[in-house]
């Protein structure tokens, strides 16, 4: 899954493909670099990073998400808001993303459970503004669990297929430095939820703590390498797909993951509700 914002404020690209010219051109760059999805955000989610209207949002997302899926592109559409959600998947998205977490909103609910759409349940606590104060946990891994899966059953309750959620640790969102390490190392225990399970780790801020030098965080560029040996382990641990900025170091690292393996990517068609081949090891 390449990475596409569209805003002026990402962590990660400071905002290179804010205009739509510039984002359709990088969009049709990652699907060519080996990306199955293309994950197309107009809001950053970065903590501390200020809202936008739903309006604004859409305004900066819903032409690329056009041009995207009329090149023939499989798209998820990263936002919090079910009008904006709603909008690209009229549009031509497969895929919601939300990184609400706990905060999710009946409405968003209700959209993925009535359209029946493939739905990536991020853990989160709080907001972009708060998340940093409450990454407090008993247990980091068992608490992300009990929540995301508390989260899950609303939307099972609501009428979504349970095959159609896709669970997201949440690295970052909420997260102390260490806690993402013991996050990535119980991976298994998320896959043998059964569902499908995504992991959003490029570029974020405890890879530049890794690499830190003389006491200087390692800047969001250069945490490319670190970032595909995540998403080779990531995949022999059976993830379905990595989320990342830098696909074709990623792609190689996933290839090279299920060569070790023997085994074949998942598939997931959009037709299906869902997308093409991705990094785990097999369908859930």
């Given at each position: 899954m390449g990475v596409l914002n569209v805003t002026p404020d990402s962590f990660s690209d400071g905002g290179r493909h804010a205009g739509h010219e510039a984002a359709i051109a990088h969009g049709l760059r990652l699907t060519a670099e080996g990306a199955d999805v293309v994950d197309v955000g107009g809001e950053s989610t970065r903590p501390g990073s200020e809202r936008i209207t739903a309006a604004e949002e859409q305004r900066r997302?819903?032409?690329?998400?056009?041009?995207?899926?009329?090149?023939?592109?499989?798209?998820?559409?990263?936002?919090?808001?079910?009008?904006?959600?709603?909008?690209?998947?009229?549009?031509?998205?497969?895929?919601?993303?939300?990184?609400?977490?706990?905060?999710?909103?009946?409405?968003m609910v209700e959209l993925v459970a009535e359209r029946q759409t493939p739905y990536v349940l991020t853990h989160t606590r709080g907001t972009p503004?708060?998340?940093?104060?409450?990454?407090?946990?008993?247990?980091?891994?068992?608490?992300?669990?009990?929540?995301?899966?508390?989260?899950?059953?609303?939307?099972?309750?609501?009428?979504?297929?349970?095959?159609?959620?896709?669970?997201?640790?949440?690295?970052?969102?909420?997260?102390?430095?260490?806690q993402n390490w013991e996050l990535l190392r119980a991976l298994p225990r998320f896959v043998a939820t059964g569902h499908r399970v995504l992991v959003g780790a490029s570029r974020k801020r405890f890879l530049g703590t890794l690499l830190e030098q003389d006491g200087t965080s390692r800047p969001a560029t250069g945490r490319d390498a670190a970032t595909a040996a995540i998403s080779a382990l990531s995949a022999h641990a059976g993830a379905w797909a990595v989320r990342v900025h830098d696909v074709r170091s990623s792609a190689d690292a996933v290839a090279a993951a299920h060569a070790w393996r023997g085994t074949e990517p998942a598939l997931l068609h959009p037709g299906a509700g869902g997308t093409a081949r991705t990094a785990g090891g097999g369908d859930r």
């Open positions: 997302i819903l032409p690329v998400v056009e041009a995207l899926a009329a090149a023939g592109a499989v798209l998820s559409v990263d936002t919090l808001h079910a009008a904006t959600a709603a909008a690209a998947l009229d549009a031509g998205a497969h895929l919601v993303n939300d990184v609400s977490g706990l905060a999710v909103t009946p409405e503004e708060t998340m940093d104060g409450l990454a407090v946990y008993d247990d980091v891994v068992d608490d992300v669990l009990a929540e995301l899966e508390s989260l899950r059953d609303r939307f099972v309750a609501a009428g979504l297929a349970p095959e159609r959620i896709v669970l997201d640790p949440g690295l970052g969102f909420a997260k102390r430095g260490a």
